[in-house]
């Protein structure tokens, strides 16, 4: 997969370095979320949608925050003046999955895992990549969830559930990963 090289890429790749070594335990809330917010910007660069997720070739590339968001303006700064692929980078916030027009990655906040199965019913078969850090959310379909484990964030990605949105991840996001399947009801 070819990758733009736009001027925070470097940057953001050794933040999703880092994040991966991250120490939670300090408590900083706004640390952990800013480093979320740069894997939001390096999932963009790292994963391939299909043609057709794109109104046109240079149509902007929505990354949407569901629910409360978490990130304040940190994720809006991460992706300022940012482009993936001919793609600038828009940040959206919904209350509602409803809401969603046009998307290709999301955020699905904690205030939302009692709508969990409702948001992966109503995005089912859509190219977008559903990012959590809600308990259990990677077997029941979201493609990547955050994991806090040993005071470091981790990966676990459902790959079964992005090939079903036709969403290819890249080899340097699956290193970092652990993948799991998704379980049946």
Known sequence: MEVLKAPKSKIALAG???????????????????IKAVF???????????ADAFASK??????????TDPFGSVLDET??????????????RY????????????YISQSEASELDHVLEFLKGKPVLT???IEGSAPRGVM????????????????EAAR??????????????????????
């Open 16 to 34: 999703l370095m880092l994040a991966l070594i991250y120490n939670s335990a300090s408590g900083q809330t706004s640390r952990e979320f800013q």
């Open 40 to 50: 939001l910007f390096n999932f963009a660069e790292f994963t391939e949608w299909p």
């Open 58 to 67: 240079d149509a902007p590339m929505f990354i949407g925050v569901l629910g």
């Open 79 to 92: 992706v300022r003046n940012e482009a993936v692929r001919g793609h600038r980078l828009v940040v959206q």
């Open 95 to 106: 209350q509602k999955v409803e809401e969603i027009q046009n998307c290709h990655i999301l």
């Open 131 to 133: 990012v959590s850090d």
């Open 144 to 159: 990547i969830r955050f994991v806090t484990e040993k005071n470091k964030i981790r990966l676990r990605i459902n790959l």
């Open 164 to 185: 079903a949105a036709n969403l290819t991840l890249s080899s340097k996001v699956l290193r970092a990963a652990e993948i799991v399947s998704t379980t049946t009801k």
